[in-house]
Each structure stands twice: as structure tokens, then as C-alpha cells.
């Protein structure tokens, strides 16, 4: 299959890309950009999860960490004209080992994802790394995604670093039923690149498999009723 030219995809910006750190096995994990000071007060079965201050609306106004525009890194009116094969295929090809994490996916598969992450929004999700695992925690307000330490954000609340953000790019949508998916890691000293992809195809799968979505919503909607383990035997992960 013919590769698209890698020309296409614009070089970034100096200074702006970090280099992974080295794998220590596992599932790895993204990172999220600085939540902003505003919080919103959460149901009270949240309690256990978020931090004592309430969680916050982080993914709806971050400014520390500018999510890049799709014709900063895509020569967009070039790729008008290219298969959505011959696209995914350099996207893929453009990030690898980046710092980024570049994926697709239909645009089928996005509606559902906006339409379940509207009155779901918040998940957590184990990484598993050596002999164990750390949970992150995730918010998704489309066309962002962002993920942080579940212990960072209950001890810093809105002060928490975010550990990835992720972009949704729907540029191509109608026209090639193809959204394009960029994951910046934040802190590579937190997440490898591989970890960071692994979270991000996790968190997908918990909202489009229908399975494993009723977990998704019990933690939203009757999060008295949720419980940790259900998400470790829905991954196939031992339960500590």
C-alpha cells in the first residue's frame, strides 16, 4: 500500500516535543494539561474518587497546554485529496516515537463516543506496571480527553498535572469517515509512549464496547454501586 508522504505532516515546533521515557513494561499511561482553577461541585457518590473540594471541569477551558490545531500538523488542503487508508497510514507513521501518540478511528465510533461521554464523563482506569498497577483518572469533554493519577488528583484537586491530553480531530469525518486521534504526553518521567497509546485505546474500548461501557455508567450514574474490581476482571488484570 502506498505510504502518504510524510511531507505532508508538518514538522513540529522546536522544543515542543519530549523524548519518552524508557518503558518499564506494562500498560503505559498519558498525560493531561494543568486543570484550571474553577471547580464544579460533584454528587456526593463521587466522594471516594475525587478530592475533597469537588471535581473539576478541567477538560472544558485548559489553557497551559494549548491543544495544537489539525493544520499545524496535517497540510490538510494536501490531504483532501488522499485515501482515508493513505492517511491513517501516515499519521500512524508521523508519531511514532514522538512523544505523541497518533491513532484513528471511524466517525461512527466517535458519534457514539461523544453521544456516551455527554452524560458520562468521568472514568477510572488501572495502568499495570511491573508487579502492579496505578489508576488513573480520566475526563472526557469532546473533542478532548485528558488523564491524570487518580491519587494526584484526589491529594491536589485542580492543582493535579495532568499526565496526557487528547485531541480528536474531525476534520475528515464526513468526507472519509475518519477522525484522527493525537495524545500529547505531558510527563514523560509519568508515561512512555506506549503506555500512553495502551490508555488510550483503553479508554476507548470502556465507551464503545457496550460490556464494558455499563461500568463507564454505573461509575457516573450510581457510583455507590461501582466497584474497582469489576474494571480489573473486565481487563483480565489480579485483582492486589
Known amino acids: 500500500m502506498r505510504r502518504l508522504p510524510l511531507r505532508l505532516l508538518r514538522s513540529a515546533a522546536a522544543g515542543s516535543l519530549r523524548r519518552p521515557a524508557p518503558s518499564r513494561g506494562g500498560c503505559p499511561v498519558p498525560r493531561a494539561p494543568r486543570l484550571p482553577a474553577e471547580a464544579a461541585a460533584g454528587p456526593a457518590e463521587l466522594a471516594?474518587?475525587?478530592?475533597r473540594r469537588g471535581y473539576s471541569r478541567?477538560?472544558?477551558?485548559?489553557?497551559?497546554?494549548?491543544p495544537k490545531k489539525l493544520g499545524s500538523i496535517l497540510d490538510v488542503e494536501?490531504?483532501?485529496?488522499?485515501?482515508?487508508?493513505?492517511?491513517?497510514?501516515?499519521?500512524?507513521?508521523?508519531?511514532?516515537?514522538?512523544?505523541?501518540?497518533?491513532?484513528?478511528?471511524?466517525?461512527?465510533?466517535?458519534?457514539?463516543?461523544?453521544?456516551?461521554?455527554a452524560t458520562c464523563p468521568y472514568f477510572v482506569?488501572?495502568?499495570?506496571?511491573?508487579?502492579?498497577?496505578?489508576?488513573?483518572?480520566?475526563?472526557?469533554?469532546?473533542?478532548?480527553?485528558?488523564?491524570?493519577?487518580?491519587?494526584?488528583?484526589?491529594?491536589?484537586?485542580?492543582?493535579?498535572?495532568?499526565?496526557?491530553?487528547?485531541?480528536?480531530?474531525?476534520?475528515f469525518a464526513e468526507t472519509k469517515d475518519t477522525v484522527l486521534v493525537r495524545g500529547d504526553v505531558v510527563f514523560t518521567s509519568k508515561l512512555t509512549d506506549a503506555e500512553a497509546k495502551c490508555l488510550l485505546e483503553t479508554a476507548h474500548s470502556f465507551y464503545l464496547n457496550d460490556v464494558r461501557y455499563k461500568l463507564v455508567e454505573r461509575f457516573n450514574k450510581e457510583t455507590r454501586d461501582f466497584e474497582f474490581k469489576d474494571v480489573l476482571q473486565a481487563l483480565e488484570m489480579p485483582s492486589m
Do not use: N
Not at 471516594?48 to 478530592?51: C, I, Q, T
Open 125 to 171: 482506569i488501572p495502568l499495570w506496571r511491573g508487579s502492579g498497577y496505578t489508576t488513573m483518572f480520566m475526563q472526557v469533554q469532546l473533542p478532548h480527553m485528558i488523564f491524570t493519577g487518580l491519587e494526584d488528583y484526589k491529594a491536589r484537586g485542580t492543582q493535579a498535572s495532568p499526565y496526557c491530553t487528547v485531541t480528536h480531530f474531525t476534520e
Open 58 to 66: 478541567f477538560a472544558s477551558g485548559f489553557t497551559p497546554l494549548e
Open 78 to 117: 494536501r490531504a483532501k485529496g488522499l485515501s482515508p487508508e493513505h492517511l491513517v497510514a501516515a499519521w500512524d507513521d508521523y508519531h511514532l516515537g514522538r512523544g505523541h501518540i497518533g491513532v484513528s478511528m471511524k466517525a461512527k465510533l466517535y458519534r457514539l463516543l461523544e453521544q456516551r461521554s
Open 48 to 51: 471516594r474518587w475525587l478530592p
